[in-house]
Each structure stands twice: as structure tokens, then as C-alpha cells.
């Protein structure tokens, strides 16, 4: 794991409740890890520990998916308003863009540096017996350990 950082603008209802990107120049500093497991490889950047948010790029041959992810120590969240509720969600992206500084060769030891942008799709919370509807508008800046690595 190391260090990162992100920017991030959250909504609730369509209305911002938090938003990095308007404090200007300040960071806000997350965690990143990176497997690689045969022909892929997954970075995953988040802020928190047991409850957090964050997302996640696989990488393999010449495309990549890119998906926001919510967690949280009790059961707050669903995907769909219909769903039950879980302890978290992998939210699909209704748009990411997704820049690395080379190609990726998928061998140890290789490090890699990008941005990514994100918008997720809208998922739901339930809290307190009220339902919320949320999405996130994200930018990770990233720079790997070196993949398979003792500290990855």
C-alpha cells in the first residue's frame, strides 16, 4: 500500500454534500493497492478503513474496467432502490476516463502512474430509516509499489 491522493465531489439527492475539488490546492490523501493476478492487474484507491469509499481499475490486455465502491460496518447500502441492503456496493461508472503514463507490460517489479475520472452511476443508502440516493464524481492521482511486491 501506498499513499495517493483523490479528489471527490459527493452527492445525496442530487444535491452536493462534500466536495475536495472546491478547497483548491488542498489534497486529500488516500490508500492505494495493486495485485496482479495472471493477465491482470488491480489498483484500488480509497479513503477510510472499514467504512470508505474509493475505486477500483482491472487492467488487462488492452482495456480496463473502472468501478466505484462504498463500504461501511453495518448494512447501509444498495445498487438498485429494489435491493437488499449490504454492508457495501460496487457501483458501476456512467463515465471514466482513465490515463496511464505507459502502457502496462503485466510483469513484476513494473510500477505504474495515471489519473483517473470517474462518475458513478447513482446507488442508495438507508440510515436512520431514510433513503438516500447518492453518486460521486471522482479523480485519483496514482503512482504504484512495484507490482508484486512483498508490499502488494
Given at each position: 500500500m ?41 489498483i ?16 488487462f ?65 438507508v ?10 464524481e ?15
Amino acid at each position: 500500500m501506498v499513499l495517493s491522493s483523490m479528489d471527490f465531489r459527493m452527492y445525496e439527492n442530487d444535491s452536493v454534500i462534500a466536495d475536495s475539488y472546491a478547497k483548491g490546492k488542498t489534497i486529500t490523501e488516500c490508500m492505494t493497492m495493486t495485485t496482479l493476478q495472471g493477465d491482470t492487474i488491480t489498483i484500488t484507491g480509497w479513503l477510510g478503513m472499514f467504512v470508505g469509499f474509493g475505486y477500483r481499475i482491472e487492467l488487462f490486455r488492452d482495456t480496463c474496467i473502472v468501478d466505484h465502491f462504498a463500504h461501511s460496518d453495518a448494512e447501509i447500502y444498495k445498487l438498485k432502490e429494489k435491493d437488499s441492503l449490504e454492508f457495501g456496493v460496487d457501483v458501476p461508472c456512467k463515465h471514466y476516463t482513465l490515463a496511464l503514463s505507459e502502457k502496462p507490460g503485466f510483469k513484476k517489479g513494473e510500477v505504474l502512474e495515471g489519473v483517473v475520472e470517474l462518475k458513478s452511476d447513482d446507488y442508495f443508502e438507508v440510515a436512520n430509516g431514510n433513503e438516500k440516493k447518492c453518486r460521486i464524481e471522482l479523480t485519483g492521482y496514482f503512482r504504484t509499489d512495484p507490482i508484486g511486491s512483498p508490499k502488494n
